[in-house]
């Protein structure tokens, strides 16, 4: 009570110091931040609750996540009460304990946090119809042997059913950066490499993963798709709205990610809670050697 009373007098001499001199700078307000993605057929998981922080101090991702809020989502009939984990990476998000349970298609969920604060945060989702393959990507590529001459291929080519999305986002991961000749008939010790794509780098790790955006239900991969030979995985993405355009938003549409509210479908705080349909497709990439 002393502690709070101090404060209060604190603000009080603020205030009545303000109507002399200048008004003091406003002090930073966090806001509460939610970034979740329902995938149809997958397990509920990666719900992240997070508090913004203010862009004149060094980024603490660890700080900012928030592990003590209360977490819901209901869709279906049914309401399902979520509980925090650690990720490796020092931060944390929110899961589905059940692990029975996946994401229907054509569903509308909603979800539901009550921060340690008080605050309440809403919003919901529809996830798209389900998706399936027209004309499905090989299981086997052979890199170019003239790096110099790295049109597109035919090999390449894909096509998906529609569903009810409007646009479509495809992902193209390395699954292992290490591993290369084991995966060949006969094995070897033969050790992955990078192929000439550049790909972005992260102090001196370079990312395993390329995001592309398809206007239409199909795609003709280019070979700088793909930044690592060996195994990889095509991920396509029917998203909702909110799925596609927070996502283009933070990643195509501008040099570097910014918040835009209108992107934002969180009643009570920022970012956003959206749902795609996918597709997948792993695939060997034979190096340009061979």
């Given at each position: 009570?002393?502690k709070?009373?101090?404060?209060?007098?604190v603000?009080c001499t603020?205030?009545?110091?303000?109507?002399?001199?200048?008004?003091p700078?406003?002090e930073?307000?966090a806001?509460p931040?939610?970034?979740?993605?329902?995938?149809?057929?997958e397990r509920i998981?990666n719900?992240v609750?997070?508090?913004s922080?203010?862009i004149?101090r060094?980024?603490?991702?660890?700080?900012?996540?928030?592990r003590?809020a209360?977490?819901?989502i209901e869709?279906?009939?049914?309401?399902?009460h979520?509980i925090?984990?650690?990720d490796?990476d020092?931060?944390g998000s929110y899961?589905?304990?059940?692990?029975?349970?996946?994401?229907?298609p054509?569903?509308t969920?909603?979800?539901?946090v009550?921060m340690p604060?008080?605050?309440?945060?809403?919003?919901?989702t529809?996830?798209?119809q389900s998706?399936?393959?027209?004309?499905?990507?090989?299981s086997d590529?052979?890199?170019?042997?003239?790096?110099?001459k790295l049109?597109s291929s035919?090999?390449?080519?894909?096509i998906?059913?529609?569903g009810?999305?409007?646009?479509y986002?495809l992902r193209?991961?390395?699954?292992?950066?290490?591993?290369?000749?084991?995966y060949?008939?006969?094995?070897?010790?033969?050790?992955n490499?990078?192929?000439?794509?550049?790909?972005?780098?992260r102090?001196?790790?370079?990312?395993?993963?390329?995001?592309v955006?398809?206007?239409?239900?199909?795609?003709?991969?280019?070979?700088?798709?793909?930044?690592?030979?060996?195994?990889n995985?095509?991920?396509?993405?029917?998203?909702?709205?909110w799925?596609?355009?927070?996502?283009?938003s933070t990643?195509?549409?501008?040099?570097?990610?910014e918040?835009?509210q209108?992107?934002?479908?969180?009643?009570?705080?920022l970012g956003?809670?959206g749902?795609a349909?996918?597709?997948?497709?792993?695939?060997?990439?034979q190096?340009?050697g061979?």
């Amino acid at each position: 009570m002393k502690k709070s009373r101090s404060l209060l007098l604190v603000l009080c001499t603020l205030v009545l110091a303000a109507g002399c001199e200048d008004a003091p700078p406003t002090e930073y307000v966090a806001r509460p931040y939610v970034q979740g993605y329902l995938l149809v057929g997958e397990r509920i998981e990666n719900i992240v609750v997070a508090q913004s922080q203010p862009i004149d101090r060094p980024f603490d991702y660890s700080a900012s996540i928030v592990r003590d809020a209360s977490v819901s989502i209901e869709g279906g009939g049914v309401e399902m009460h979520l509980i925090y984990r650690d990720d490796p990476d020092g931060g944390g998000s929110y899961f589905c304990p059940d692990t029975t349970v996946r994401v229907a298609p054509e569903t509308t969920y909603r979800l539901v946090v009550r921060m340690p604060g008080g605050e309440v945060l809403r919003a919901e989702t529809t996830t798209p119809q389900s998706i399936s393959w027209v004309l499905e990507p090989p299981s086997d590529l052979q890199y170019p042997r003239d790096t110099t001459k790295l049109e597109s291929s035919d090999s390449l080519r894909m096509i998906w059913s529609p569903g009810n999305s409007a646009e479509y986002l495809l992902r193209v991961r390395a699954v292992d950066t290490v591993g290369y000749g084991r995966y060949l008939d006969p094995p070897s010790e033969e050790s992955n490499a990078r192929t000439n794509s550049r790909g972005e780098k992260r102090g001196t790790t370079y990312s395993v993963t390329q995001w592309v955006y398809a206007p239409l239900n199909r795609m003709r991969l280019g070979w700088t798709s793909f930044t690592w030979f060996g195994r990889n995985e095509i991920t396509v993405f029917a998203p909702d709205y909110w799925f596609l355009e927070w996502f283009k938003s933070t990643q195509f549409s501008r040099i570097s990610a910014e918040f835009d509210q209108r992107e934002s479908n969180i009643d009570g705080g920022l970012g956003v809670f959206g749902s795609a349909s996918i597709l997948r497709k792993e695939l060997f990439l034979q190096k340009n050697g061979r």
